[in-house]
């Protein structure tokens, strides 16, 4: 198993070599593997199944949406990259969120209304 994070858009596979708060998983012929059981960074894994690709991605997406990581990564972005993120994270909003869901998960506002 592969100790270090996959470069940028890869997944390969890679895994945390932690394994607390894992489950042994059955594996097709090859050696087992490990998934997360919960949300921690150091049992982020990639490339072995889609729940755990899922389960994987909310630990890392939630591990980048660190206010301090923030507050030092966003005035590193160029002008593109800042705008390309807010394209890429609010289409994809757009595509799998209907209007109620964007207001009460994302804005936090329960008392949105029904326009489109």
Excluded: W
Excluded at 3 to 16: D, F, I, L, V
Excluded at 45 to 54: A, S
Excluded at 100 to 106: N, P
């Amino acid at each position: 198993m592969n100790s270090t994070a996959p470069a940028p858009g890869k997944s390969g596979g890679a895994c945390s070599a932690n394994n607390k708060g894992t489950e042994l998983t059955v594996s097709d012929g090859k050696k087992p593997r490990r998934r997360p059981k919960s949300a921690a960074a150091a049992e982020i894994c990639f490339g072995i199944d889609r729940p755990t690709d899922e389960a994987s991605l909310v630990a890392f997406l939630g591990c980048f949406a660190n206010p301090e990581l923030l507050n030092s990564l966003v005035p590193r972005l160029t002008d593109a990259e800042l705008n390309g993120l807010l394209d890429q994270i609010t289409g994809l909003m757009r595509n799998h969120l209907t209007h109620q869901e964007y207001h009460r998960l994302f804005l936090k506002n329960q008392g949105a209304d029904d326009r489109g």
